[in-house]
């Protein structure tokens, strides 16, 4: 099978291939059939501001981070929330000092793709789901206006990522109720993308393949900014988000690809016929 012939065997098979492009809202989706084109006519012709939001750094930087790279890249904005600083996950090094190392490799890493880096220093392995914890991010999402927000999907076995995908999911919901006042004004955040993260992969369908090759080399020379992406603490991130690039790159026919999946309350279409 040819480039072109798969990609309009993926085309027909509902697969999203997506593009941040200039002079769009949003990470547009368009390609995926029948599916409503994504943001709306308030943003358009803006250039597309992505926020990534994690519980912990490595996540936000590994699995969401080339998405906010390719955003800068093409001239928009992008940001990366952290919900805790990932302090406990070094065997060898204090949790203090370890949160401290994740935070400056953090703010480093964000400025070498130009996006900035923002924090909640909720305890790791601690995260609390509640209304402090959903305003706290509702009012970095009235801040920083993000129309995409890329975050956890909820299949996780990890329990700081659930309660980062609950917590994601109310306080885009309390961003954009104008009756609930905060010091910012309400923003509606278009739309709403779950990262590709080995942690989360029960259930995870991706529907949106997103060309990352501009930026893949960009974004891993980021990544290499944390202490843990080699495999110090256990898991190879390096070698599995590369090859996942590749891997990925393969089934969309770009270089290199993410995927992602969309919110499922997005996919309902609302038609007068099929
Ligand atoms: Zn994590």
Request: proline share 6%; glycine share 8%; net charge negative.
């Amino acid at each position: 099978m040819n480039g072109s012939t798969r990609r309009t065997f993926l085309k027909d098979a509902g697969v999203g291939l997506a593009a941040l492009s200039i002079g769009s809202s949003a990470l547009q989706a368009g390609v995926m059939p029948g599916r409503p084109a994504n943001g709306n006519s308030e943003t358009e012709g803006r250039l597309a501001n992505v926020m990534a939001i994690a519980a912990h750094p490595g996540d936000a930087f590994f699995a969401m981070g080339a998405p906010v790279a390719l955003a800068t890249h093409q001239g928009g904005k992008g940001s990366l929330l952290s919900l805790s600083l990932g302090e406990s996950g070094s065997s060898t090094i204090p949790p203090e000092q370890y949160g401290e190392e994740q935070r400056e490799a953090a703010r480093k890493a964000a400025t070498s793709i130009g996006a900035e880096a923002l924090f909640l220093a909720y305890p790791d392995g601690e995260i609390p789901v509640n209304d402090e914890a959903k305003f706290a991010v509702c009012d970095f999402i009235r801040r920083y206006k993000p129309e995409v927000i890329v975050t956890h999907w909820r299949g996780s076995w990890h329990k700081d990522h659930q309660a980062c995908y609950d917590i994601v999911q109310d306080a885009i919901f309390y961003a954009a109720l104008p009756a609930i006042a905060r010091k910012h004004p309400p923003h509606s955040v278009a739309t709403l993308y779950f990262d590709d993260n080995w942690e989360d992969a029960a259930g995870f369908v991706p529907d949106t393949y997103l060309d990352i090759t501009p930026v893949f080399e960009h974004w891993m020379d980021a990544c290499a900014m944390f202490p843990m992406w080699r495999g110090e603490t256990g898991f190879r991130y390096n070698d599995f988000y590369a090859s996942m690039a590749v891997a990925r790159g393969c089934v969309s026919n770009f270089n290199k690809a993410v995927a992602l999946m969309s919110s499922p309350e997005q996919r309902v279409r609302h038609v007068r016929s099929l």
